[in-house]
């Protein structure tokens, strides 16, 4: 009898072991099959309608000729940052999926990740296979990677999840979605994550531009030394292709996606004297922070103070008041990649009165469309192709003709 009771913990440990180890029913390892043709979108284990239920994604629109660049990072391989000159160089934003052991080994580089406009994002803190864990795992793997981060740089990972080695249930997605994440997974990837069996550039080239197709998002190894070394190449070429690029925050059916914003290094002046806002281009026009050109305009005849409104997030312009500055206006051209631009404030009001002007948050700060911000305050605005110099003339009222 006790034989046989101990023959039958012994089963019953084996079962358990197995509960914990096992996929559970329904798992699913991302795979895509590329028989569609060249440059149109494979198929993947789930279909793009499926996936969205979950708020997931492995493609944007098939309609649009719009790339979504991600790197995973598992560790350092000393090409990380070439792939960021790269990114910089062509001003092309990317998601970089990190884990913890990363943030550990590489702090220097996750913060430039972030500096540079680029999305850090969400792998799990120690890459288990996510069909094998329970719920309190799977969220401890999350979060823990989220304390872990906002330790390093004061920020939050953007909210999109990668599943080590494209492991995931219907249950996982809807769990990374209760937690405010978005699945990633991929349409395009290749055999580039093993150093020790990189694949030739020639190779990978002709792999990855058959592969490419409207609304791709890009799977590639920042431990690849390959893809540091043809980066340059394939950002050229998708560019000559008519390809753009967009940011993971930019994916359609997002309630809230962003747009690119480029520093824009142009001079600026005031009544002729040089200033150092911090601008950017947006769809090919100036955007300024608010608050640089409220300080910008003190002691002019346009100055203006700003009221923020923390209960209803209105931001108010008051022309002929003196402006309190905060000491964090007039910091220059911001040193990025690129930005992502969401929504800015919900009302601006000129004393009051409602205005109908663009603005963009970037970095928790309003940036206004300059046009629309000069207009309002009746002033002067110049603009010298040769230079490609902005002037702001306070003593000048607005025209359309001189921006």
């Not at 493609?59 to 995973?72: E, H, I, P």
């Not at 990972?157 to 769990?175: D, I, V």
């Not at 997002?254 to 002729?272: D, E, I, K, M």
Request: with cysteine.
């Amino acid at each position: 009898m006790e034989q046989m009771k101990k023959q039958i913990r012994r089963a019953l440990g084996a079962l358990l072991l197995c509960a914990m180890t096992l996929p559970c029913a329904g798992a699913v390892n991302w795979g895509l099959w590329y028989g569609n043709g060249v440059n149109q979108p494979p198929s993947g284990e789930d279909s793009v309608q499926t996936l969205s239920q979950y708020g997931a994604y492995y493609m944007g629109s098939a309609a649009d000729k719009v790339l979504y660049l991600t790197f995973d990072c598992g560790y350092e391989n000393g090409n990380t940052a070439k792939i960021l000159d790269t990114l910089k160089k062509h001003h092309v934003p990317a998601a970089f999926f990190v884990v913890g052991h990363y943030l550990d080994a590489a702090p220097a580089l996750v913060r430039r990740m972030a500096a540079e406009g680029h999305l850090v994002c969400n792998h799990s803190a120690q890459h288990p296979n996510m069909t094998r864990v329970s719920r309190a795992r799977f969220v401890s793997e999350l979060e823990s990677l989220q304390t872990q981060y906002t330790a390093l740089t004061g920020r939050r990972l953007s909210p999109f999840f990668r599943p080590p080695e494209g492991a995931y249930t219907h249950e996982s997605l809807r769990w990374a979605q209760q937690l405010g994440y978005h699945t990633t997974l991929w349409s395009v990837a290749y055999a580039d994550w093993d150093p020790a069996a990189q694949p030739t550039y020639a190779s990978a080239r002709k792999t990855l531009h058959s592969r490419v197709h409207n609304g791709a998002i890009i799977l590639l190894h920042a431990v690849s030394s390959t893809n540091a070394a043809i980066l340059d190449s394939l950002l050229t070429e998708w560019k000559t292709q008519g390809y753009t690029f967009a940011a993971l925050s930019a994916l359609p059916g997002l309630p809230q996606p962003t747009v690119s914003a480029l520093p824009n290094p142009a001079p600026f002046t005031v009544a002729g004297q040089p200033v150092v806002p911090t601008a950017f281009l947006i769809e090919g026009n100036n955007y300024i922070k608010l608050r640089d050109a409220a300080q910008m305009l003190t002691g002019t005849e346009k100055q203006f103070a700003v009221s923020y409104d923390a209960a209803t997030g209105a931001v108010g312009l008051h022309p002929g008041q003196a402006y309190e500055a905060l000491g964090t206006e007039l910091t220059g051209v911001r040193d990025a990649a690129v930005v992502q631009a969401a929504p800015g404030a919900s009302q601006i009001t000129r004393d009051g009165t409602p205005l109908s002007l663009t603005a963009y948050l970037i970095d928790g700060e309003n940036y206004i469309k300059l046009r629309d911000l000069a207009q309002a305050l009746d002033c002067g605005v110049s603009y010298d192709s040769a230079t490609r110099s902005v002037g702001l003339e306070p003593s000048q009222p607005y025209s359309e003709e001189t921006v």
